[in-house]
């Protein structure tokens, strides 16, 4: 089964910028649509972010216009550039396969101070 490991996140300043980085075991960015999910604390699970295998995008209201979702197939990378943060934006952030996630990693917390 494929891992996933989410990395970069941290505590920062409301208006701040953060990268989150997603590496996969395998070669599946070309084979799955990718997402990012968030768990804020209290709330459920939500996509923010998706990529499709041919590199089309899809945003979450909440992040839209704020955040970017990219990934490099060679790498087996996904990536997340996060600008305008808000306190808002505070959770715990994974990656997985869209629509259908497999076994979720830990996460990477991001912590946005107001």
């Known amino acids: 089964q494929v891992q996933l490991v989410a990395s970069g996140g941290g505590l920062v300043q409301a208006g701040a910028s953060l990268i989150l980085t997603c590496a996969a075991s395998?070669?599946?960015?070309?084979?799955?649509?990718m997402g990012w999910y968030r768990r804020a604390p209290g709330k459920q699970r939500e996509l923010i972010a998706s990529?499709?295998?041919?590199?089309?995008?899809n945003y979450a209201d909440s992040v839209k216009g704020r955040f970017t979702i990219s990934k490099d197939n060679t790498k087996n990378t996904l990536y997340l550039q996060m600008n305008s943060l808000k306190p808002e934006d505070t959770a715990v952030y994974y990656c997985n396969s869209v629509p259908y996630p497999s076994a979720w990693g830990q996460g990477t917390q991001v912590t946005v101070s107001s």
């Open positions: 395998g070669s599946i960015f070309s084979i799955y649509r």
């Open positions: 990529i499709a295998t041919g590199g089309s995008t």
